[in-house]
């Protein structure tokens, strides 16, 4: 396990999937990442690449063959390798095997780094094409919060408000596919008290249009919370499970999205994939600032 921390953070992240482990705040024992539980996800905060969602029938084609890979790809179940790690960052990177050639046909370098900067902790990713033919790809975060942040306090009683607040389209989902042929919209021009149902049909989709914006879970009687802050991207999923309600909350910031309803399968045809030319880096970041 790792640990970076400052004065007011302390965190902790696993060289398997690069994934994070714990974020607490200094003099409070408060855990604020959700811990896994494999009656309800498992996981904690996975590193969504080379896919964000599922792919229809778990497979696409390129170049005319088929390949097969699981929701939210291969990334989250790798080790990396850590190249730096001082006091209070650290830096992991992944990079193309003769196994994810099998799975995913580009050689690719991902490189996460996670950085404390007062009560923030800044996620970035380098995403690097070594290769001479274009590489494509999706990629997203997952964090997963404990909700509610308090013993005493239901999870129907914490709030969900993004700033600047407004009326936010959506993307719904018909199954695990996007169907961005009928979005709707989500009002959020003040804090929406989250509950189970609001997840019967998977994650909220909110449509960013690549705008900065803070999304925020809020315990009011506590006061307990985090701030997700997002740039650049051009969705945020907010997920739980359903119908099991754990009592987590993902904000999930996305630059890609799973297969359309309507997808052909054709990887050079699926929605929101960065072509990235060779010698060329990717940059994406965001932050986590519990409170």
Same mark, same amino acid.
């Given at each position: 396990m790792i640990t970076i921390q400052n004065d007011q953070l302390t965190v902790q992240i696993k060289q398997a999937g690069a994934e994070l482990h714990s974020i607490k705040r200094s003099g409070n024992f408060h855990e604020y990442l959700w811990q896994g539980d494999a009656a309800s996800w498992g996981r904690q905060a996975p590193i969504l690449f080379p896919f964000v969602g599922r792919l229809k029938n778990n497979q696409y084609t390129f170049n005319g063959q088929t390949y097969h890979q699981t929701q939210h790809g291969f990334a989250r179940d790798c080790q990396f390798v850590v190249v730096k790690h001082l006091a209070d960052q650290v830096t992991l990177r992944l990079t193309d095997t003769s196994a994810t050639r099998k @799975? *995913?046909?580009?050689?690719?370098?991902?490189?996460?780094n996670y950085r404390l900067v007062g009560g923030q902790l800044l996620v970035s990713y380098h995403v690097t094409n070594p290769d001479q033919q274009l590489l494509l790809y999706a990629l997203g975060a997952h964090p997963g919060f404990n909700v509610p942040f308090s013993s005493d306090v239901a999870f129907e009683n914490v709030d969900l408000s993004?700033?600047?607040?407004?009326? *936010?389209?959506?993307?719904?989902? @018909?199954?695990?596919?996007?169907?961005?042929?009928h979005p709707t919209t989500i009002d959020i021009r003040e804090k929406h008290q989250l509950n189970h149902q609001d997840f019967a049909?998977?994650?909220l989709i909110l449509v960013t249009n690549y705008q900065p914006l803070t999304v925020s879970l809020t315990e009011p009687s506590s006061g307990h919370g985090v701030? /997700?802050? @997002?740039?650049?991207?051009?969705? @945020?999923? /907010?997920?739980?499970?359903?119908?099991?309600k754990a009592n987590l909350v993902c904000i999930e910031p996305w630059w890609g999205i799973a297969d359309?309803?309507?997808?052909?399968?054709?990887?050079?045809h699926k929605n929101v994939m960065h072509r990235l030319a060779s010698g060329h880096t990717d940059k994406y970041q965001f932050s986590i600032e519990p409170f």
């Open positions: @799975v *995913y046909p580009f050689r690719f370098i991902l490189t996460v993004v700033s600047p607040a407004g009326v *936010y389209p959506r993307i719904k989902l @018909v199954g695990p596919y996007n169907d961005m042929q049909e998977d994650a701030h /997700v802050n @997002v740039d650049q991207t051009p969705f @945020v999923g /907010v997920w739980s499970p359903y119908p099991q359309n309803v309507r997808a052909d399968g054709d990887l050079c």
